[in-house]
């Protein structure tokens, strides 16, 4: 039965038109009752959508309830025409539709004749009616006017209760760990994005053999620089929601945030823009730490420009309402963003002379020591770095749309964003380009006036290159991979990788190395939905294959020193030869999800929303040839051994029902300001794959000897590579799945009271919680040690297992006033308590129960957009004041946990770190404070001792804070009319305008030592993370002005 689903899976794309269903459209329902004066019903009622930038229409009719249902509207602004013989015609104009937005708007007709018209107040609440969701929508109005840092939207998303941005490194920083977004407590790479309805999780970064959560579809294809312009640019992008709870069936492959964009269409008259948005170091203020160093302010340079066009393609003379429009849209950037100053250990210049002379050209390819000794007697200094990363991207969209009657709807876009950054590791540079296309083709089609269907299409491309070499900053001499020996002469340049570690000196790395990638996906998706009665229907399939070509590394050549007397002797504690699989690689992932939705109307008053999800995710097979290895069982480390080949990693769990259900009581129907109480209940699954590719660097592809008393460099001889062996005593690590692994799962739950304060503007205040079970960890065991053979001394088994859970709870307040007399704002309060036993997907040696890594107590969100009313034009002060503008953009949130570090080993044979927790030490303040430190505070490095090797401390998980932090980032601007068509908009905008110092990554192992231990190294905008530095939360004061003609 499996192998026939599987195969079902990979014939869906064959098979969907035969079914009639739904998947993950941006198209918005609106639905409602027809009555007369008296309150009955109207059956028959004609209902006419019209959308007032292109023209196209949309029809529906009541049923015998007196229900009319129209499901497949593109976001946009409409107006609408209800009539029926007997009655006046009812105009409602300024309907604002969002992206699957669930709009009710009920209609009493007068009696009267039918060529009578009326037009009644513009338009529609903003209280949610229909549904438990919670979600939080951003229109275009606030995308074109908020300072967003890079023009990415991170600091669009952090708008909703509930959603923080953390960076990668509150987090491991690690596989499976990579997203930097958190949404209610959920991890990382739980949240789900989608333009136009389809997958945009296409995060694969070059640099990891097959492994990471991007590989498998769970992070979403960002640029180079860690902005989204590869996902949909500002230009292009109309609007987007933020559904983050108890949000339907339709949605939810993922339990964390569903983050769903549409982008924008032509219009009935040609429209356009050209800009360039301008940064320089002249404008901005030193960061914190050059300060502290007295260092000068590194080059910064930006240009980021494009332009915008689009409009009607008319065929003939004599059409009236275009049925074509096209948009276009262009946007480059070309950036040199500064860096902070940063100590780097390296070696002094005393070790360096006394190391022999083969082992030298590693050592002098860190740079030169500037900043005086680590105070650890360990032969290393610091480097104190402060450089300029450059970086470039170039992002083409164009979308085509076209309406054929009154019943069919299509569209095609495509875009193409190639990108690259370039950072620095002390002296090495490491460099990533990327390029993600992707191509989208979508057609509605209106069955009757109680159903109609949406199907989508996509395709994406997504790859790079990282690739990392030796420079001469600081006074290094680079180190030349082809000045080595190789395998067969030099060492290769190409697909080759060396690593030399100095793990006494806080694991200090010099890492040379190139890794090409190539992702593609398919995803089909496609929607059906009727009226039955009070039931709005839909049921649904969305399938997706994401496959991913990676290329081996062969060889590497790992070198670690675990002492200083190590490097004086050319002695290394472990030196191994790795290869990756003698050939190339194409993990295979697919997704299939069926849904059913019922959304039934009660009554005027009650609305519920039932739905039932089927989430399949098996373990992925590879196109290429062999998959990866697992272990016969999990029960008994000291019988187990490595399965045969074509085992799957885990059997497929079927049994991934998620029920979901939500209800809506408008307290008051008939009041002008509505009041609603809603509730919402939902199960919601994870892919549960972020780690099924670590395997290829496991057993049966891993080619790897260890060398015992070997030196750097290796020969040639030392460096063949022998062929991937599965003969016991296995040679290479062996990464394990519970073969009965079941699919992660998360409980939502929300409780909300929404009151409409004004027909444009709402508050609610929410309770939102979630309780995630099943969650994979990561763990590392040794069955040598417990008498199997099969495993040598030292031989490593990874078990990949759901054994984490967590729980959040949270306040969620949010006002949301749409834009009306000059005013639009959203401001979002969360006020929340995140704990697990393990953050992330990285390994793990102990299951404690503590604060999240990413538990943030309060977190203040605000954007605000202001234009005044208009002078009258015939008077001085009119035309100095006239057509200003002012946007404002605040942050706020508490500080992160810290877990402190103690004892590290390090396995001789395998390589394996592990870590333990140091004993708190009783009488010893957690924190120390004073001027001296960077943010007036440091952790206490002597309230913690060192336990015993391989002992874990008394120490709690996460016992320390960070710094939280406050940006303020307003904006000035003015438009000058130039002709009736053209307009210029000068620009002015401050990141961060106070200059407040927010610290973030704090030396946190206790072998940094006393000097170093607790303090806060980097200010947070540099802390690891997807997005550049400069357009990080957290940074120095930065200017950016702009200037943009619009047509």
Not at 138 to 157: A, C, K, Y
Not at 377 to 398: C, E, I, K, M, R
Not at 544 to 567: D, G
Not at 837 to 845: T, V
């Amino acid at each position: 039965m499996k192998k026939n689903f599987i195969l079902l899976l990979s014939l869906a794309p064959v098979l969907y038109p035969a079914m009639c269903l739904l998947a993950q459209s941006t198209n918005a329902t609106m639905s409602g009752l027809v009555r007369d004066p008296a309150g009955k019903v109207l059956s028959d009622a004609l209902i006419e959508v019209a959308n007032t930038a292109n023209g196209s229409r949309y029809t529906s009719k009541t049923n015998g309830e007196g229900i009319y249902s129209l499901s497949i509207l593109p976001p946009g602004q409409y107006i609408v025409q209800v009539s029926k013989g007997g009655f006046k015609t009812l105009i409602k104009p300024g309907i604002v539709l969002n992206v699957q937005s669930a709009l009710s708007l009920n209609f009493t007709l007068p009696v009267g004749a039918v060529s009578e018209t009326v037009t009644v107040e513009s338009g529609a609440s903003l209280v949610n009616t229909v549904d438990g969701a919670v979600s939080t929508i951003i229109d275009r109005t606030f995308v074109e006017n908020m300072p967003l840092n890079g023009r990415s939207f991170q600091t669009l998303l952090t708008l909703a209760p509930g959603v923080s941005q953390v960076g990668a490194f509150a987090s491991g920083n690690s596989v499976g760990s990579s997203g930097d977004i958190v949404v209610n407590g959920q991890r990382t790479e739980s949240n789900y994005y989608t333009v136009d309805g389809v997958s945009a999780n296409t995060g694969s970064q070059p640099g990891l053999f097959g492994a990471g959560a991007g590989t498998s579809g769970s992070t979403p294809g960002l640029t180079a620089v860690g902005s989204t312009q590869s996902l949909v640019s500002v230009d292009s992008l109309q609007e987007f929601r933020s559904s983050t709870s108890t949000y339907s069936a339709e949605y939810g492959r993922t339990p964390g945030g569903n983050f769903s964009f549409s982008t924008r269409t032509g219009t009935n008259a040609f429209r356009g823009s050209l800009y360039d948005y301008f940064r320089n170091d002249a404008l901005d203020a030193n960061n914190w730490f050059n300060d502290f160093h007295g260092l000068p302010k590194t080059r910064e340079r930006q240009n980021d420009f494009g332009g915008t066009f689009g409009g009607p393609i008319v065929f003939g003379h004599h059409a009236s309402t275009p049925s074509t429009h096209f948009f276009t849209s262009y946007e480059g950037l070309r950036l040199r963003s500064p860096q902070p100053a940063i100590p780097v250990p390296v070696p002094t210049d005393a070790l360096r002379a006394q190391a022999p002379a083969a082992l030298q050209p590693a050592l002098n390819a860190f740079p030169r020591e500037n900043d005086g000794d680590s105070g650890l007697n360990n032969g290393f200094g610091f480097f104190l770095q402060s450089v300029s990363y450059p970086a470039q991207l170039d992002n083409w969209n164009v979308r085509l749309d076209r309406t054929l009657g009154s019943k069919v709807s299509l569209f095609g876009r495509f875009a193409d964003s190639p990108s690259s950054t370039t950072t620095y590791a002390a002296a090495i540079e490491q460099t990533s380009s990327l390029y993600n296309r992707t191509a989208t083709l979508g057609a509605t089609l209106v069955l009757s006036s109680q159903q109609s269907n949406d199907l989508r299409f996509n395709f994406t491309q997504n790859g790079g290159t990282f690739s990392s070499r030796s420079t001469d900053v600081g006074g290094a001499t680079p180190l030349v991979l082809s000045t080595l020996p190789g395998p067969t002469g030099s060492f290769p340049t190409d697909a080759s990788r060396l690593i030399v570690t100095f793990t006494f000196a806080s694991f200090t790395k010099l890492d040379i190395r190139t890794a090409p990638s190539d992702q593609k996906q398919i995803n089909i998706t496609d929607t059906h939905s009727w009226l039955l009665g009070r039931h709005s229907l839909k049921a649904g399939v969305d399938w997706r294959r994401l496959a991913t070509v990676v290329e081996p590394v062969n060889p590497s050549e790992q070198i670690a020193f675990t002492a200083y007397t190590q490097v004086q002797t050319n002695k290394p504690a472990s030196v191994l030869v790795k290869g990756d699989a003698p050939h190339t690689i194409e993990p295979v992932y697919l997704n299939f999800s069926t849904f059913l939705q019922d959304e039934w109307r009660i009554s005027p008053k009650l609305s519920l929303s039932l739905g039932w999800r089927w989430d399949i995710n098996p373990a992925p097979g590879d196109a290429r040839g062999p998959r990866p290895y697992t272990v016969t069982q999990v029960d008994n480390l000291s019988t187990t051994k490595v399965a045969p080949q074509g085992t799957p990693l885990w059997g497929t769990d079927w049994i991934g029902h998620a029920p979901r259900i939500g209800a809506a009581y408008v307290v008051n129907p008939q009041a002008r300001l509505t009041t609603v109480a809603r509730a919402g209940f939902g199960l919601f699954y994870d892919l549960g794959t972020a780690l099924a590719g670590n395997g290829y660097s496991g057993i049966g592809f891993l080619s790897q000897s260890s060398l015992p008393g070997a030196s750097f460099p290796l020969t040639s001889q030392q460096l063949v590579i022998p062929a991937p062996s599965l003969q016991a005593p296995y040679t290479a690590p062996v990464f394990a799945f519970d073969p009965h692994l079941k699919l992660p799962y998360a409980l939502h739950y929300s409780l909300a009271i929404e009151q409409s304060l004004s027909p444009r503007e709402s508050l609610s205040v929410s309770y939102v919680g979630s309780g995630a079970h099943r969650l994979l960890t990561n763990f590392i065991t040794y069955p040598q040690s417990l008498g199997n053979a099969n495993f040598a001394v030292g031989d490593v088994l990874q078990i990949a297992q759901g054994r984490a859970s967590s729980n959040y709870n949270s306040m969620q307040v949010k006002y949301q006033r749409n834009m009306s007399k000059g005013l639009q704002g959203l401001v979002s309060y969360t006020w929340s308590h995140s704990i697990d036993n393990a953050s992330s997907n990285f390994i793990i040696y102990h299951l404690l129960r503590a604060p999240s890594d990413y538990d943030i107590r309060h977190n203040l969100q605000a954007a605000v957009t202001y234009q005044p009313d208009a002078w009258p034009l015939n008077s001085w002060a009119g035309k100095l004041a006239n057509h200003w503008a002012f946007d404002l953009r605040l942050q706020a949130r508490t500080a992160l946990p810290v877990d402190v570090i103690g004892t590290q080993t390090t396995d001789s044979i395998s390589g394996v770190v592990t870590q333990y927790q140091p004993n708190r030490v009783a009488g010893q303040p957690l924190y120390l404070y004073g001027a001296a430190y960077p943010g007036g505070r440091v952790i206490n490095y002597n309230a913690f001792a060192y336990a015993a090797a391989g002992v874990q401390g008394n120490s709690p998980r996460n016992i320390a804070r960070g710094f939280g932090t406050v940006e303020l980032d307003p904006a000035l601007r003015r438009e000058f009319p130039l002709t009736d068509q053209f307009r210029l908009q000068f620009r002015a905008e401050a990141f961060n305008i106070a200059n407040h110092p927010s610290f973030g990554s704090i030396y946190n192992y206790l072998a940094y030592g006393p000097l170093q231990f607790g303090q806060a190294y980097t200010t947070l905008n540099t802390a690891p993370g997807n997005l550049n530095s400069l357009y990080q939360v957290g940074g120095p004061r930065s200017l950016q002005l702009a200037l943009k003609l619009l047509f």
